[in-house]
């Protein structure tokens, strides 16, 4: 069983910047594909980045431009740096893992609150 713990969330104003981790107890190139996912009150989740066993990167169309995943593998964490940050990214943030087109493993989530 695979933990990931999220960290670096907060309270930020509109513009400025966060850094999210995700530690995996894991190793995460085990895992095809690791992502960050968000959740707004009263929103569904949407996916926010993801980051391929190879490197590939994508994105939600909302944070193109902004949001930047990585991965360090030789320490298990996968990193989410978040710039120009906007009242509408005020969420809870998760974590993730997965095999193909499944997520498997979940984080507890991290809040990131955007102030105007």
């Known amino acids: 069983q695979v933990q990931l713990v999220e960290s670096g969330g907060g309270l930020v104003q509109a513009g400025g910047s966060l850094r999210l981790s995700c530690a995996a107890s894991?190793?995460?190139?085990?895992?095809?594909?690791m992502g960050w996912h968000r959740q707004a009150p009263g929103k569904q989740r949407e996916l926010v980045a993801t980051i391929s066993r190879g490197g590939t990167t994508t994105y939600a169309d909302s944070v193109k431009g902004r949001f930047t995943i990585s991965r360090d593998n030789a320490k298990n964490t996968v990193f989410l740096q978040m710039n120009t940050l906007k009242p509408e990214d005020t969420a809870v943030y998760y974590c993730t893992a997965g095999y193909g087109i499944t997520w498997s493993f979940w984080g507890q989530g991290t809040p990131v609150t955007v102030s105007s």
């Open positions: 894991g190793t995460i190139g085990s895992f095809d594909r």
